[in-house]
């Protein structure tokens, strides 16, 4: 019946798949899903918790790189300079520069308040097209691709309908409600129609219909596959040049600034460490912070990371990185920017309880405030016990790796301990009721049947299992005829006091004294022969 369900499962999924493709395909939209290597896990691995201690995390992969994830035409590297260049001039400019057709829905834009002369600066030092689009979001701008055509709208303009085999998911234990759960709760979390927004997401059959916007549909992919193939940490939607710029944030620098303006002071750290730094001109903008707010530090020999933070802390400001710029800009903003990695802790969880115990300590120790559960917007989710998505700002991303890490760190050199309710080498005693002429035999048998060794008639040192009997009220029970009226039958009652795992033993090997495990052999004789003589051979 399993067999068949799962099939049944399939064929459903294979056929809407079939369908929904052949009117809305993913790549179409320019969000190719990527190749499908083996998955990392299996069903074992995170069922058996047995299997614990033998997982292995690994390091990769670190990242789900968006350029993965785009046609190849928007891949290919731009460089070019705009000052205060109107939109609809950069629009000329990409048409000219990649020989795409490119559309700016002026109509649209102007009812969100964007207009073609909305000025755009920007360097771009061989930058993937994707990303330069990706960074018009900080004018109100977003972009769509289809068949060769370039679309500039807002957000919002272009939602789409993409289908996702999640066959191979299921296989491996995920629960539809709690994959779609963590879905929404991580990835764009306000879009989705459990949270106000216009966005859903439905599974039917293997396949999850995703109705989202080109950017979300690539995250979407992104975070699947994440699951796919869990690792330390794996960041969603985050080029892998991101790794540059962490290393380079660690360099040791020296800054003195005595009054030096905001944009001066930023401009000296891009030039002299080779950092694509910007300071978020829109987000300040509507804060009425002034770019000539004078900064005045003296550091020396620190991290570029730690200048950065006293920098941005010291005037109420704050940093993050997306889209190969690290920008400067509000704290309200920052806060607002959120990334989302997927943590393999396969090694610390073996149950969803354990989870959620990982999930309160997460949340008490790494900016209280800041998660959902105390009335922030950062989330923590469990698609399936061992793996952890979560939804959060940089600085405080690595604190949970650093705190995983101290944990594993810890549990290596703690004392294992097992509690006495569960540990399968501690004793018990279990009552088994049973009609008395069973109890009986068994009380002389099962010391017999079930682990010799270990009851402590035998005089070993250590057994100390022991099995007593008692008569327990008696039942009135029907025969065989039914006809004939009900019999009172005498029942006792077993008192074993035994180890767990030994418990496990003695309750199978009464079943099968009650019950048997074989059917009985049916002996073939002459009264086959209404058979017309044919022997048992000739069915063969």
Not at 100 to 117: C, H, I, K, T, Y
Not at 234 to 261: M, N, Q, R, Y
Not at 463 to 474: D, F, W
């Amino acid at each position: 019946m399993k067999s068949m369900m799962k099939s049944n499962r399939l064929w459903i999924g294979c056929w809407v798949l079939g369908f929904a493709c052949a009117n809305d395909g993913l790549f179409h939209y320019g969000y190719a899903q990527g190749p499908k290597p083996g998955p990392a896990i299996t069903a074992a691995n995170t069922a058996d918790p047995s299997l614990l201690a033998a997982v292995t995390i690994s390091d990769e992969p670190r990242y789900i790189d968006p350029i993965a994830l785009v046609p190849e035409v928007l891949r290919a590297k731009v460089t070019h300079t705009f000052q205060e260049v109107p939109l609809n001039e950069v629009a000329a400019w990409i048409q000219t520069e990649t020989g795409l057709n490119v559309v700016l829905d002026e109509r649209a834009l102007d009812e969100q308040g964007v207009l073609p002369s909305e000025p755009l600066s920007e360097s771009l030092t061989n930058v993937p097209l994707y990303q330069f689009l990706d960074r018009l979001e900080r004018i109100g701008v977003d972009w769509s691709f289809d068949a060769g055509l370039v679309t500039l709208q807002p957000p919002q303009a272009s939602l789409r309908n993409v289908q996702y085999n999640i066959g191979d998911l299921l296989d491996l234990g995920f629960k539809p409600e709690t994959l779609i759960s963590a879905l929404t709760s991580t990835v764009e979390s306000n879009s989705w129609v459990e949270s106000g927004g216009v966005c859903t997401a439905v599974l039917l059959g293997d396949v999850l219909f995703v109705r989202q916007v080109p950017r979300t549909h690539r995250r979407v992919v992104a975070f699947l596959e994440a699951l796919r193939h869990p690792s330390r940490r794996t960041w969603i939607d985050e080029p892998k040049e991101h790794a540059i710029v962490v290393s380079t944030l660690e360099t040791e620098a020296s800054v003195l600034f005595k009054g030096t303006s905001l944009s001066q002071a930023i401009q000296s750290l891009a030039d002299q460490y080779k950092l694509n730094i910007r300071l978020d001109r829109v987000a300040l903008r509507k804060a009425r912070i002034s770019e000539r707010l004078p900064i005045s530090i003296d550091i020396r020999k620190q991290s570029i990371r730690t200048i950065l933070q006293v920098l941005t802390t010291q005037h109420h400001l704050a940093w993050f990185y997306r889209d190969g710029v690290l920008w400067v800009t509000t704290q309200e903003e920052a806060a607002g920017k959120a990334k989302i990695a997927v943590f393999d802790v396969r090694d610390l969880c073996r149950n969803m309880s354990d989870c959620r115990k990982l999930q309160n300590a997460i949340e008490q120790q790494s900016k209280p405030d800041s998660w959902q559960s105390a009335g922030g917007t950062s989330v923590i989710s469990f698609p399936t016990s061992g793996i952890m998505v979560v939804t959060q700002t940089e600085p405080i991303m690595d604190e949970v790796l650093n705190l995983l890490e101290n944990y594993r760190s810890a549990l290596k050199n703690s004392k294992r301990r097992i509690s006495q309710d569960v540990d399968p080498e501690g004793y018990e005693t279990k009552y088994y009721r049973l009609p008395t002429v069973i109890a009986v035999d068994l009380q002389s048998v099962l010391p017999e049947l079930v682990a010799k060794e270990s009851w402590s008639d035998t005089g070993i040192e250590g057994a100390l299992g022991t099995i007593q009997i008692c008569r327990s009220k008696s039942e009135l029970r029907n025969g065989p005829d039914k006809a004939a009226p009900p019999a009172l039958e005498s029942f006792s009652v077993l008192i074993i006091h035994q180890k767990r795992r030994i418990h496990t033993e003695i309750l199978d090997v009464i079943r099968k004294i009650e019950e048997g495990n074989t059917q009985p052999v049916v002996q073939m004789g002459a009264g086959m022969g209404g058979m017309g003589g044919v022997g048992m051979g000739g069915m063969f």
